[in-house]
């Protein structure tokens, strides 16, 4: 799958729900691994945020990103929409301190994504993939988030607040394809007993019933609702009459829950790539959202590439009769088995290690240990059929190595294991001279990594 940016620019305007000043947020195009980045032109020098866990500053009513003194807010709804439509690259220019609110929901930058269009781009998408379960909780909130293998992103979230009007919530979504008719438009929403506490506090001047679903539920007298409302400039409210106080109704009987789900995704945005895995969150929040977005940034950068996905169920793409059609290796020399993915810009083959490798006899009787040598050649031959698929009857021509850089061994192999070789273009092929990055795995732990120039070469 490749990377995917805006086919042109969109600008939405609206007021900040905490600063309430008008703010205006154009999204645009950005190149390939690019990732999401925020601009902010109303300052000098026109600084430029990444849109990273790590930069992560504050989650108080909102995700805030910061860099030195330069900080963004209630970023996750814009997020939520660009990481829920697969955008891998954007450049976000605003004008103001927030993300302007619009209707307290990420459907307005949804249907704006739609509006202009999307267009496939040049390199590939570099997805996350959970392979064990990862957990992070707060045991004074009761907050847990869950992270399992799934094949694409889904997520079940259940809510639970001391209310009588909202108690216990779920929401679930299977496919993300569903994001715009199941989640995009559930609005932000606050209880009556928070308004007051957070408008003391600087925040949500710009709130009004448009933009959030508001909720009413522990006595207050007339005259302090009506207080409340007036602080917000919104109509009066009975206040014997408990329950959702908007005009306009509810999305759906479980919108806070849509809601929550939303802002998941949106955080859930910042690990900087596409994320493949099921999470079941219970009363998540941006707090405990960002804390698992950071535990995965963590992961990433400790890895500079996930080992690859190996069913072996799943049919592959080459087998042993392909592979030896389209290079000259043979026994004992022949050392890919299968071909089980493959691009235009890498490839992923597997050898299966067994006690009966003719090398094992002497390296070494007593504890055999797989030649380094033989995993660099072993991905050599693995990027050979990469370099070998762009040319007519590739068993007409033969792939030499030039030059080997960079090799490190991190662990042995030995009978027993299934290695997994990564092959990559390093740069494009040009006058049949490739450049590769090969890297070897056991498992999840890298084994071997090297970089390597290699030339097409006409058979005689």
């Known amino acids: ?273 596409p994320f493949k895995g099921r999470i079941i969150a219970t009363k998540p929040g941006h707090t405990i959202n960002t804390q698992l977005a950071k535990a995965i940034r963590n992961d990433i950068k400790r890895r500079e590439i996930q080992a690859p996905i190996y069913n072996p169920n799943a049919e592959p793409l080459m087998d042993n009769n392909e592979i030896r059609r389209c290079i000259p290796h043979r026994y004992p020399m022949l050392l890919v088995d299968k071909v089980i993915d493959k691009t235009d810009n890498y490839i992923v083959g597997i050898k299966n290690v067994t006690t009966n490798e003719p090398f094992f006899q002497g390296h070494f009787p007593q504890e055999p240990v797989m030649p380094g040598v033989l995993l660099v050649e072993a991905m050599a031959q693995t990027g050979g059929l990469l370099v070998l698929s762009v040319v007519d009857e590739p068993e007409r021509y033969s792939t030499y190595f030039m030059k080997i850089d960079n090799v490190k061994f991190r662990q042995k192999v030995v009978p027993g294991d299934t290695l997994i070789f990564h092959v990559s273009f390093m740069t494009p092929l040009r006058r049949g001279m490739a450049v590769m990055k090969g890297r070897a795995f056991v498992g999840d732990k890298i084994v071997c990594e090297c970089e390597f120039m290699a030339q097409i070469i006409k058979n005689k």
């Open 1 to 273: 799958m490749k990377q995917i940016t805006l086919n042109g620019e969109f600008t939405l305007k609206g007021k900040g729900l905490h600063t309430g000043e008008t703010i205006e947020a154009t999204f645009c195009p950005a190149p390939d691994n690019h990732g999401y980045k925020i601009q902010r032109t109303d300052i000098e020098g026109q600084p430029v945020i990444d849109a990273l866990a790590e930069n992560v500053i504050s989650t108080n009513r909102g995700t805030v990103i910061g860099k030195g003194d330069i900080t963004v807010s209630t970023i996750e709804h814009a997020m939520s929409a660009l990481y829920a439509l697969g955008v891998d690259n954007c450049l976000i220019k605003l004008d103001g301190p927030e993300m302007p609110i619009l209707d307290g929901s990420a459907k307005p930058f949804y249907d704006s994504i739609l509006s202009v269009g999307l267009v496939e781009q040049t390199q590939d998408k570099d997805f996350y993939y959970v392979r064990h379960k990862i957990e992070v909780v707060d045991p004074e909130t009761g907050s847990k988030l869950m992270c399992l293998p799934d094949d694409e992103f889904s997520l079940d979230v259940k809510v639970n607040f001391d209310s009588e009007v909202l108690a216990n919530q779920y929401a679930t979504l299977d496919h993300m394809s569903d994001f715009g008719q199941e989640i995009a438009a559930a609005r932000t929403f606050v209880f009556v007993r928070e308004i007051e506490p957070l408008l003391h506090a600087g925040l949500i001047r710009g709130g009004d019933l448009d933009n959030a679903i508001v909720i009413y539920e522990h006595p207050k007298t007339q005259e302090e609702l009506d207080h409340l409302a007036d602080l917000m400039g919104v109509p009066h409210h009975d206040a014997k009459v408990f329950g959702y106080i908007n005009e306009r109704p509810l999305f759906a009987p479980n919108e806070p829950a849509r809601h929550k789900l939303m802002d998941l995704i949106g955080d859930m945005a910042l690990i900087g790539r």
